[in-house]
């Protein structure tokens, strides 16, 4: 019900526009409901011989029948002027409430189920709109204008179908319920079904690895034994429907048929019953499509359910209500008592830091691999929020900047860089839309990938594929530094790359380093140790603490961690070793 509300909340943005339709439809629906008395007053005219009266009815049925062809031609054209925003207004929503929603939340979503969840959620919208504007309206007011013609007629006829009204809109109500159990229990089924898909669709390349192909279509089968068994059990729901309205609605309306021919010349004339006979068979259909109707509806109200409950979604990294701005940004970073565990777990991934890295620094992360390098990061950016301790951006606490505003001081270049399905031109340019070409291509330059772009065929327009995939690992780090070195940031985050690339690769990305380091601060977090001989603070992190800070040599000297992971990465085996995993 609470997604109904929502729905309608939305649909109150076009409030006039709906009742303009609303009460064009309305007229429709009289013109169309009232034949069978235009056709009992021919017939009663015929009876009576009067040809005048005849005429005048004739008329008027044949104006309710063409009438009602134009007036619900134009009720169906104002309901799509409403529909159509609509939806589009609804989409657009809840798409940005999934985009401003945690880091948290994306790393927890199934990107299948939520695809499918919006898919149906689209599909709803549409049909939740016409099933209750026109045919739950619809069979409103005709049973209204069949119960005033048949009261009007005959008090027991029409007490007779107010009675099977009442009855069918309980048993309606009863059946939907049990068909709406049956109809969440499948979408969960659903969900996981494309949830699977989708999966063993992004991890194609680990399929190939391992010829991995049967085993992700017994996965499948195995998820689709619970999705049939689902299945069953919604498709049996309508069966049990089908079977209780019409019977009821069959053995009353043979009652009130009865009832009209036993009343046949005891008051009746042949007009009357005709007319009864019209309105109730009429209203015999009406029932089905009001049962048709219901079910939709339930169906399009469970599928909303999971639509509408993204925007019910909580954000925890919250913005503060009277957010700080930062005007002339100096890079000054310090890390206060910082301590922080990731959601639903128990381990502290970080333990109480303290560091400052000041303005203009370049200063490199190291450790085991896990040590919680890259989460530091997060926290800078304020993908989470730390359990104690706090970060300072020259001297202002983040929680105090706006996310977008801190998120602006800085840019990152990740560790696995992810591309849009775009051009090479898009993708550099994501974070300044506004770029000139020769800012971009200054960046481009800078990262030492422009001479690479420039030989390919369609240059900055080539396509990068689905996630990057068309571009090496080295590409797509020079292209990601690029696309950092483009917004000018106070900070450059350089999350290298834990994937050994050639000298030549490593070379280009060092130069690249190089000149992003003018003017900003930079922090490496480096897995390969040449990349940092020259940082002016390397700080070594073991289980989420700081083991040692000083520079290179300081450290070699010193005989520490430091010194253990320089001396095994220079004999190559710091990847082989999985003891050196810190979790
Ligand atoms: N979203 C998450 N939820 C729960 N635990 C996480 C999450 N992300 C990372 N972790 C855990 O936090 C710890 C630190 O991870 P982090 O990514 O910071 O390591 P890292 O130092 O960057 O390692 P690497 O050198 O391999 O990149 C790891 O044990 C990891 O399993
Ligand atoms: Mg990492």
Do not use: C
Not at 330 to 339: A, E, P, V
Request: proline share 2%.
């Amino acid at each position: 019900m609470k997604s109904l509300i929502t729905f309608y909340r939305f649909l109150g943005k076009y409030k006039w526009r709906m009742l303009l339709f609303l009460f064009v439809y309305f007229i429709s629906i009289i013109l169309e409901t009232i034949r069978p008395y235009w056709l009992k007053g021919i017939l009663d005219a015929i009876q009576n011989s009067q040809s005048h009266q005849i005429f005048i009815y004739f008329l008027l049925f044949g104006l309710s029948t063409v009438g009602t062809n134009f007036i619900s031609t134009l009720a169906f054209y104002f309901a799509d002027r409403v529909l159509i925003p609509l939806a589009r207004h609804i989409r657009e929503t809840v798409f940005q409430k999934v985009m401003e929603l945690d880091f948290a939340y994306h790393v927890n979503k199934s990107t299948g189920s939520l695809i499918s969840a919006f898919r149906r959620g689209d599909g709803a919208v549409f049909s939740l709109f016409h099933n209750i504007h026109f045919d739950l309206f619809s069979v409103f007011v005709s049973l209204l204008v069949t119960l005033f013609f048949l009261f009007k007629t005959s008090l027991d006829i029409g007490l007779s179908l107010l009675i099977l009204a009442i009855v069918n809109g309980f048993l309606i109500w009863w059946l939907v319920k049990h068909n709406l159990q049956t109809r969440t229990d499948l979408n969960h089924a659903e969900d996981h079904v494309s949830g699977i898909i989708a999966d063993s669709m992004i991890n194609y390349e680990t399929v190939k690895f391992f010829a991995g192909e049967n085993k992700e279509r017994r996965r499948l089968s195995a998820q689709f034994d619970d999705w049939t068994q689902k299945l069953w059990r919604f498709s049996n729901s309508f069966r049990l429907m089908d079977i209780a309205i019409g019977t009821t609605s069959g053995i009353a309306m043979l009652f009130m048929l009865w009832l009209a021919i036993q009343k046949l010349n005891h008051g009746f004339t042949l007009g009357d019953l005709v007319m009864v006979t019209g309105f109730i068979t009429g209203f015999y259909y009406e029932f089905f499509r009001l049962f048709f109707r219901v079910r939709d509806i339930a169906k399009s109200i469970t599928d909303l359910e999971k639509y509408f409950d993204i925007l019910d979604q909580d954000t925890q990294v919250k913005d503060p209500l009277s957010p700080q701005t930062i005007t002339n940004p100096q890079g000054y970073l310090s890390f206060k008592n910082l301590s922080f565990t990731y959601p639903k777990d128990k381990s502290k991934v970080i333990h109480d830091i303290n560091l400052d890295i000041h303005q203009g620094e370049q200063v490199a992360f190291v450790g085991r691999s896990g040590a919680g390098k890259t989460t530091l990061v997060k926290l800078l950016l304020r993908f989470y929020d730390p359990i104690r301790g706090s970060i300072t951006f020259d001297g202002v606490d983040i929680r105090q900047l706006s996310k977008s505003h801190l998120r602006s001081l800085m840019a990152v270049v990740p560790q696995e860089p992810i591309m849009f399905n775009n051009t090479i031109k898009f993708n550099l340019a994501y974070g300044r839309e506004n770029a000139s070409m020769a800012d971009i291509r200054t960046a481009a330059a800078d990262a030492n990938i422009l001479d690479f772009i420039e030989k390919l065929p369609k240059k900055w327009q080539t396509e990068v594929g689905e996630r990057g995939i068309k571009l090496s690992g080295g590409q797509k780090q020079r292209l990601a530094i690029a696309r950092a070195l483009l917004v000018q940031p106070k900070v450059l985050i350089f999350d290298e790359a834990t994937s050994n690339l050639d000298s030549a690769s490593e070379r280009k990305i060092q130069q690249a380093l190089k000149n992003a380091s003018k003017n900003r601060t930079v922090i490496i977090i480096a897995h390969r140790f040449s990349t940092i001989r020259n940082a002016d603070k390397i700080v070594v992190l073991s289980n989420g603490s700081i083991s040692e800070i000083g520079k290179h040599r300081e450290l070699l000297q010193k005989g520490g961690l430091y010194k253990t992971l320089w001396t095994l990465q220079s004999k190559g085996k710091l990847i082989e070793n999985e003891s050196l995993t810190d979790r």
